[in-house]
């Protein structure tokens, strides 16, 4: 069985064949109940967010001003509870419809409290919303795009290059490297004080995933491993990344931080982490998981019902 990740899963239909069927297209618009997910300064509009059950904050398009329910505006994200979804960037200043207990929060720090497919419609809408923010002149030419086939892409508007710009995502591996009885964790000198994670980084160009799993854990902690096993994926829209994720055994014991782009790596055991010694990552991260297995492969108790362990 697949393992799901926040931001994973079959959340929606995403009616793929309407972004190639302009008349498709302007009856999912005029649609009774059409919606629309929206994007303000990359957050995310959330209802009931101080309740124990937040939700996605659904506007229906016949609410959103004019100049955000164009067609050239919103993106067709697909059916969604089985009404037409869109996305659709708002700005600060725009007069938005009065929307009672929601507001614009950051997806990456509420997704784990969202409802799994809540949180994967978010997480499209904020990397489709960002994507097109970042194309909106063609990188051959420089003139400005417009959005054709339901927002999915941004043609150049100078007929006399036609460049035609689809959504792109970068790809990253994340592993979880242990020795058989500890863990490799390493942290940025940005993040909260105490907090480890597993070890990443992008996949550069020509390069096979296994082979960058090697070189960033070598890279990063001077750490050589013999063996990689494939454990799950995880979208990761911030911007537009997707995290592949990894098992890997060291073949090699002593730590150099050759690139010092951490600010610290070390080896974990269990009992270390049980007793609160390191502060793990939020739960909604694939690194998060990759440590929950490894941890409750070997251990008396889950994880997540040991009482010392932080996060």
Not at 3 to 8: A, D, E, L, M, Q
Not at 13 to 27: M, N, S, Y
Not at 131 to 139: E, I, S, T, V
Request: hydrophobic letters at 40%; a negative charge; one cysteine or more.
């Amino acid at each position: 069985m697949a393992r799901r990740t926040t931001f994973s899963g079959p959340y929606l239909d995403r009616a793929v064949h309407l972004r190639h069927d302009p008349a498709g297209f302007d009856a999912a618009l005029a649609e009774a109940g059409s919606c629309a997910t929206l994007v303000c300064e990359s957050r995310s509009l959330v209802r009931d967010v101080d309740t124990d059950t937040p939700r996605a904050a659904l506007v229906e398009l016949e609410r959103l001003p004019a100049v955000a329910r164009r067609a050239e505006a919103l993106t067709l994200l697909g059916r969604f509870a089985g009404r037409p979804c869109f996305a659709v960037e708002v700005l600060p200043t725009d007069a938005l419809p009065a929307l009672p207990g929601s507001r614009f929060e950051d997806l990456r720090t509420i997704a784990g409290r969202l409802p799994a497919a809540d949180a994967g419609l978010l997480g499209y809408a904020r990397a489709m919303v960002g994507w097109r923010r970042r194309h909106r002149f063609c990188g051959v030419c420089g003139s400005p795009t417009q959005a054709v086939r339901g927002g999915h892409v941004l043609a150049c508007t100078r007929t006399t290059c036609g460049t035609e710009l689809f959504p792109r995502i970068d790809p990253a591996i994340i592993v979880l490297v242990d020795d058989g009885e500890r863990a490799l964790l390493g942290r940025q000198a940005s993040w909260p004080a105490d907090r480890y994670s597993t070890i990443a980084g992008f996949v550069e160009p020509g390069e096979a995933l296994e082979d960058a799993v090697a070189r960033e854990v070598r890279e990063e902690t001077g750490i050589e491993i013999e063996s990689t096993e494939y454990f799950a994926s995880q979208p990761w829209p911030f911007p537009a990344s997707l995290m592949l994720g990894f098992t890997a055994r060291a073949a090699t014991r002593e730590i150099h931080r050759a690139d010092h782009e951490l600010e610290d790596a070390r080896w974990f055991t269990r009992e270390e982490i049980a007793a609160g010694a390191v502060r793990l990552p939020p739960r909604q991260s694939i690194s998060y998981s990759l440590i929950e297995q490894w941890f409750d492969a070997a251990a008396d108790r889950a994880l997540r019902a040991t009482p010392g362990a932080r996060f």
